[in-house]
């Protein structure tokens, strides 16, 4: 571990007991126990440590797995959280002997952190202060992999994110913004260690299971899946299956949504295959230029949710929000409920600039740069923000997937799709199908999924290495990896600590029931009909049943909150 | 729930997997609920508690073969390892417990077992399979591991005999009444299948019906298509061919839409046989001889160590080819093509088969039926052969 104290300016290498690697194996897993002696700081405070850890399985041809977690407390949701991101910068860190990296304290100056083998040092960056990311990444050129934070997050954007140097982010809670008030310009690290694997036959046996099972995968290697056709392979099925939140989730199907299907930006803008270090998959797609591609989620919200149809300024936008280090889901979802609240969605040729002074804070950025939840208060109109807990609601609409209503209600970092992931059985079948019309079980199908997740952000590895394989799988390739037996029963026991020690965060700082809900529109307002489907509004009632059986479930009570005061004494 | 538990357990009496007398699942919402036979109820909840997993099946197979695999397996031995696609891709493979390690309540003992497998063997009770999120999915497990431990024993016996006493008549009784002739009789197909969307499914939804039916395939395998023009009308991924109805993706050819993202693994097969055969509707499945032969190779002269996946060669089963690859963008999509087109029918080593229609499914089906009872027929010859000999 390195703890690096930024007022100090100090670089601390120390070791992480074996017992905690045991117990939470990396990942998020050891970044939230990392937390548990600053989980109520404010999420500005200098003490307040922003973690990066990465796994077991980085640094190992472990499919997927170059990989880690940014761990820390929220600034848009105030909640723990946590955000899993590829690429190489993970596997350089773990490649420097750091499994953790946590800082802390806030630099009198803005500075870069780098990590060169067993070398750390914090060198001046005041001449980056203000960059881009283009730009910041194209200056350390030659120092190793880099994860930087752009004007958004130096800003105080509460959806500010931390960018990696191939373009992939740390995104949704604003950790960009935890990382600009410690005036931590960037990260670069350049280890070159290798990862032990314990068992190289085992492993590789392991290995081959998941690549046959990814193949088996329509969803991962199919014709039409993601290896083809990005995240964006999502647009088409969920307007069939009416559920694309539109215009500030006021429907929920748009017809103009086929301009930026998977086939349409394949046809484009020339998608060529593209992805995180290391991933067999390479769901990402960039343009003929090299320019990353937007995902579903953000087609869909500069999309769908603001009503625009013109795929380049969609392009645009995402490049843009990447440029400023700024979460696309958010900042699209924001400006929906502004628009709503004001009487009109914006233009496509307005968005540039919307986006540019939600970075910089300027004109009506300011208040943009709050996030939908405190937008819509101020505006008078709260009942606008589609967000739990402050998180502003993916692109799947929850009146068609009653599993991830409830998902997004239990989340212990606010409006994420991906805690629990329902979306795999609910609409993409994986690994069995489940009625998204129906509540029936699914207290007890999201409990299990938020544990197998947690355990699946602490190994490191993909949530959609999940559409083909499965905890068995990554189980043997951890087991061999490390040389000590790991099964799906025993890597769900670990999710579950960790999810029960996020919520127990999170409940002393005050979340419990009341916060464990939607906004009020999907319990008032049907969404979009057609195709023989109907979009009825959620039942409230059965929602709050469901929600009480998951208290249950997880052995809360019935304000969703922790009748042992001393449950983390109890855990290692 | 309770609907969940009575359909499948249902399932498992129809399909003949297990003793209709002895079957239990066990589900968990915030209250465990078992439903069956009470004292497999019993060790299926016990079983179920320790599990952080929705559902469980505890049932005695109808057939004795998974525990005399346990009895035929060395000692020290503690898992069977089948060679059938099912177990290599999803199982891996499948743990047992003997009898002298079962205590008064094996629920612990099991559960450990199943801690890091889908379903075990568990001698003088039977298979113990568990669902991780749904009720369907501890069914299909059991489905999966019966298949298995059929083709693996029907597998060993040809290899090396009867070895324990009592198992000859076993297996008579096996074949003389277990067993039943399978053809197409009673069954109505639509000759010339149109253009017509709502025929198409609701002709693919009775020939799912029928597959299952006549034991062409267990729980959710196999898949189903047929084309329409420009469009493929395909059963979805996890879909189960006797449940069919909304599980059926329509695919244009031009991948313009990806709305078929959730359609079978097999898509790509489907779609270059429709293209190099010129075939009207496509067949697959899983029937249980035709896999056991397709692993029967009798080339002395191979190096070839993963015959299911590399083997290169198209060998011939009466006639009807057979060749290896694996499920998805593994292989068989390359291989089953360009062999299928001669006999309308094709088997993939370890796997199943794949039949066409030129018109209808009638034609797919029939080859399908024709295949089995070939491959039934030459399997009985040869343990006859063995037998004398
Ligand atoms: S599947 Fe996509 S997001 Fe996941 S590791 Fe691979 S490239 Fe990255
Ligand atoms: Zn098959």
Redesign the pocket.
């Known amino acids: 571990m390195l703890h690096v104290d930024l007022a100090r300016g100090r670089c601390l290498r120390g070791e992480i007991p074996e017992e905690l690697l045991r117990a939470y194996l990396g990942g998020r897993g050891l970044g939230v126990r990392l937390m548990r002696d600053y989980f109520t700081l404010d999420p500005f405070d200098p003490d307040l440590p922003l973690i990066f850890a990465v796994g077991p399985l980085c640094g190992t041809a472990s499919p997927?797995s170059a990989r880690l977690a940014a761990v820390s407390r929220s600034p848009l949701t105030e909640t723990i959280y946590d955000c899993s991101a590829?690429g190489r910068f993970a596997w350089r860190l773990k490649a420097s002997g750091v499994d953790a990296l946590l800082v802390t304290g806030r630099s009198p100056e803005p500075v870069l952190l780098a990590l060169d083998g067993e070398r750390a040092e914090l060198l001046p960056a005041r001449a980056l202060w203000g960059k881009g990311i283009r730009e910041t990444v194209a200056s350390l050129e030659g120092r190793g992999s880099v994860a930087a934070i752009g004007p958004a997050g130096e800003n105080g954007v509460l959806f500010a994110n931390i960018m990696m140097g191939e373009g992939n982010s740390i995104g949704r809670g604003g950790l960009g913004a935890v990382m600009g008030a410690k005036l931590l310009k960037a990260i670069v690290v350049n280890g070159s260690g290798e990862t032990r694997v314990a068992d190289r036959e085992r492993f590789e046996a392991a290995r081959g299971d998941v690549m046959r099972l990814f193949r088996a995968s329509p969803v991962i290697f199919g014709e039409l899946g993601i290896a083809e056709y990005g995240t964006p392979a999502l647009v088409d099925l969920m307007a069939q299956r009416r559920m694309a939140p539109t215009e500030n989730f006021s429907a929920t199907f748009f017809a103009a949504s086929g301009n930026y299907s998977g086939p349409s930006i394949r046809r484009e803008c020339g998608a060529r295959k593209d992805?995180?270090y290391g991933?067999p998959?390479?769901?990402?797609k960039s343009s003929r230029e090299g320019e990353p591609l937007p995902e579903y989620e953000t087609v869909n919200h500069f999309g769908a949710l603001n009503g625009i149809s013109d795929l380049k300024a969609i392009v645009k936008a995402n490049t843009l929000c990447n440029e400023l280090g700024m979460d696309t889901i958010s900042a699209a979802a924001t400006l929906s409920a502004f628009g709503e609240a004001r009487g009109r969605f914006p233009l496509a040729e307005e968005l540039p600039a919307l986006l540019a002074d939600t970075a910089y804070r300027r004109a009506e950025g300011e208040l943009l740069s709050l996030g939908s939840r405190r937008v819509a208060e101020r505006l008078g109109r709260p009942e606008l923000s589609m967000s739990v807990k402050s998180l502003e609601l993916p692109a799947y609409d929850p009146r068609g997937a009653y599993g991830m209503a409830l998902a997004y209600a239990t989340s212990n970092r606010g409006g994420c799709h991906l805690r629990a992931y329902p979306i795999s059985h609910e609409i993409l079948r994986k690994p069995v199908p489940t009625d998204r019309f129906s509540f029936s079980g699914k207290a007890r199908i999201i409990k299990i999924a938020e544990d197998v997740n947690a355990a699946v952000d602490s190994l490191v590895a993909?949530k959609?290495a999940f559409f083909g394989a499965t905890l068995e799988e990554y189980g043997e390739l951890l087991s061999a990896a490390t040389g000590v037996d790991y099964g799906p029963e025993s890597l769900k026991a670990i999710g579950e600590r960790i999810y029960l020690t996020e919520r127990f965060y999170n409940c002393a700082n005050c979340f419990g029931v009341a916060d464990d809900t939607l906004p009020e529109r999907f319990f008032r307002e049907a969404g979009t009909a057609g195709e023989g489907i109907e979009v009825p509004p959620i039942e409230r009632a059965r929602f709050r049943e469901e929600l009480q059986k998951y208290y249950r479930i997880r052995g809360l009570t019935p304000e969703g909150t922790f009748a042992d005061p001393s449950f983390l004494d109890g855990m290692p | 729930m309770r609907d969940q538990l009575e359909k499948y357990a249902a399932k498992l009496a129809a399909d003949r997997s297990a003793l209709p007398e002895a079957i239990a699942f066990a589900a968990r919402d915030d209250l465990l609920i078992t439903a069956g036979a009470p004292d497999l109820a019993r060790l299926a909840g016990g079983t179920l508690s320790r599990l952080n997993s929705l559902a469980l099946v505890a049932a005695s197979p109808s057939l004795p073969f998974a525990e005399l695999l346990v009895a035929r397996a060395p000692a020290g031995d503690c898992c069977i390892v089948p060679q059938d696609t099912e177990t290599r891709t999803f199982l891996h493979d499948i743990p047992f417990l003997r009898k002298d390690e079962l205590s008064a309540d094996p629920s612990a003992a099991i559960a450990r077992l199943l801690a890091n497998r889908k379903g075990v063997i568990v001698e003088g009770v039977g298979i113990v399979a568990v669902g991780a999120i749904t009720v369907e999915q501890a069914y299909i497990n059991y489905s999966s591991v019966f298949h298995s431990t059929f083709v693996k024993y029907l597998q060993d016996l040809l290899a090396d005999g009867f070895l324990l006493p009592g198992e000859r008549e076993a297996f008579e009784e096996f074949r003389s009444r277990w067993l039943k002739p399978i053809s197409v009789e009673g069954l109505a197909f639509r000759a010339m299948l149109s253009e017509d969307k709502d025929e198409i499914l609701a002709e693919i939804e009775s020939v799912g019906r029928y597959t299952v039916e006549r034991g062409l395939v267990d729980s959710f395998f196999g898949n189903i298509s047929a084309r329409s023009g420009d469009l493929l009308y395909i059963s979805q991924t996890a879909a189960s061919l006797d449940e069919l109805k909304g599980c059926i993706d329509p695919v244009p050819g031009d991948n313009s839409s990806t709305t078929g993202i959730t359609a079978s693994s097999e898509l790509l097969a489907h779609r270059k046989i429709f293209e190099q055969t010129g075939a009207k509707a496509i067949l697959h499945g899983h029937p249980k001889f035709s896999v056991v032969m397709s692993m029967l190779c009798e080339s002395g002269d191979c190096t070839i160590k993963d015959c299911w996946k590399d083997c290169p060669r198209v060998r011939h089963l009466g006639g009807t080819p057979v060749v290896a690859g694996e499920i998805g963008a593994g292989g068989l999509a390359k291989r089953v093509p360009p062999v299928i087109g001669a006999t309308g029918s094709a088997i993939v080593y370890g796997h199943g088969v794949f039949t066409l229609g030129r018109q209808g499914f009638g034609e797919a089906f029939a080859a399908m039926v024709d295949v089995e009872n070939f491959c039934r027929d030459e399997y009985f010859r040869r343990l006859d052969g063995m037998e004398q000999r």
């Open positions: 997927t590829g992805g995180c991933c998959i390479q769901c990402k993909c959609f």
